[in-house]
Structures are given as structure tokens and as C-alpha cells.
């Protein structure tokens, strides 16, 4: 059964770039069924799309972010990362990575806190 | 950008009763790619439907989707204990995917 781990960087400085990795067990991060994402959701509030990727190179944007944001996929690894430049409080949130079936969230990692502040 | 308008915002209903959650998209979802997503304190969200109306892989057949275009629902068709819990819809065909605001289904 698929499992994903987020890794934990917790507290991250205003500016800065925040660096995730989500760690795919029980099956191959290149399967061509899959495209791997990054869903956030600030304390108390909703959900956001935040983008996606696959092993061939493919990745879509939330507009949003897209000027701050880069998804990679490390098949050696089996593991996928999120990058998000320029980091303010307003970036604070869970951060969930998710495996997309093709596009559906349909398995997701526990989720990590990352909070932006100085 | 799709925006998702979900009602109630919050739903009071007591366990074996029947709950109908709405979800109401800006324009039409192409080809009915609408989720339905519980999420229960401190953890993640977990699919329930997909494609509007397709359960998902161990989801109980009380929970059931309907609707296509612009307006869908979930219902649930006898409330147990552990169904309270917040409840988001997504649209996956168009980018950027969007979430509802959610439905928090409480205890009455």
C-alpha cells in the first residue's frame, strides 16, 4: 500500500525559501499513473492547491504561486520536493503532499506544520 | 478560476439522520471531476468520491455523490459517530484545482 512522509523543516525565516520533501513508499514514484502534489491549508482554515508533478518532467502550477514555486521529482529517491521562495507569514500552513490518481488527491501524507517566522 | 461554494457552512444533525452537503461551482466542472474529501481533527483529508459520483477505494456505501455541471452533493444516508468531521469538495478539471470552503457536520 502507498505511503507518503513529509519531512519536518518547521520554522522557517521571512524571505527565505521553503524546502519540502516527501519521502513514496510501497510503490514507484515512476509509475506513469502517477502525478505527485502539494496541498496547504493554514491553521483553522481551508484547503489550497499549491501544483504537481511527474517523473517525466511534467509540472502545473496553482497561478497563485506559480512565480514562487517549483515542484521536482527525484526518482532515484523515490521521493518529490517542494520548493516555495520568498516565504511570509501568510505562508504559514500544513503542508500535505498527495499522490494524484491521475488528478485526484488520493493518497495523502500526515501533513507538517511549517511556520514562517523570524 | 473555478470558485466552490459549499452549504451549509455548518450542519447540526444527530447520528442515524440523513446529511445533504452542497457544493456549487462558478462554472461548469468539465467532465464532472468533482471530489469529496472528510477531514477529522489533526489529520489529513481523505478521499471519499471521485468524478463526481465514484466511491472511493473502502468508502462505505452510505456515503453517496450526485450532481453534474455546476452543483453536486454528498450525501450521507445515516450518520455515524465517526462521520462528524469537515467535509471539502475539489474540482480537478480545471487549473488550478480549488477547494470548497468546507462543510463542518456537528453533532446536534
Known amino acids: 500500500q502507498l505511503q507518503l512522509q513529509e519531512s519536518r523543516p518547521g520554522l522557517v525565516k521571512p524571505s527565505e525559501t521553503l524546502s519540502l520533501t516527501c519521502t513514496v513508499s510501497g510503490g514507484s514514484i515512476s509509475s506513469s499513473t502517477y502525478f505527485w502534489g502539494w496541498i496547504r491549508q493554514p491553521p483553522g482554515k481551508g484547503l489550497e492547491w499549491i501544483g504537481s508533478g511527474s517523473y517525466s518532467g511534467s509540472t502545473y502550477y496553482n497561478p497563485s504561486l506559480e512565480n514562487r514555486v517549483t515542484i521536482s521529482v527525484d526518482t532515484s529517491k523515490n521521493q518529490f520536493s517542494l520548493w516555495l521562495t520568498s516565504v511570509t507569514a501568510a505562508d504559514t500552513a500544513v503542508y500535505y503532499c498527495a499522490e494524484l490518481t491521475p488528478r485526484v488527491p488520493t493518497t495523502w501524507g500526515q501533513g507538517t506544520l511549517v511556520t514562517v517566522s523570524s | 478560476e473555478i470558485v466552490l461554494t459549499q452549504s451549509p457552512v455548518t450542519l447540526s444533525l444527530s447520528p442515524g439522520e440523513r446529511a445533504t452537503l452542497s457544493c456549487r461551482a462558478s462554472?461548469?466542472?468539465?467532465?464532472?471531476?468533482l471530489a469529496w474529501f472528510q477531514q477529522k481533527p489533526g489529520q489529513a483529508p481523505r478521499l471519499l468520491i471521485f468524478?463526481?459520483?465514484n466511491r472511493a477505494t473502502g468508502i462505505p456505501d452510505t456515503f453517496s455523490g450526485s450532481g453534474s455541471g455546476t452543483d453536486f452533493i454528498l450525501t450521507i444516508s445515516r450518520l455515524e459517530p465517526e462521520d462528524f468531521a469537515v467535509y471539502y469538495c475539489q474540482q480537478y478539471g480545471s487549473s488550478p484545482y480549488t477547494f470548497g470552503q468546507g462543510t463542518k457536520l456537528e453533532i446536534k
Open positions: 468524478g463526481a459520483s
Open positions: 462554472q461548469s466542472v468539465s467532465s464532472n471531476y
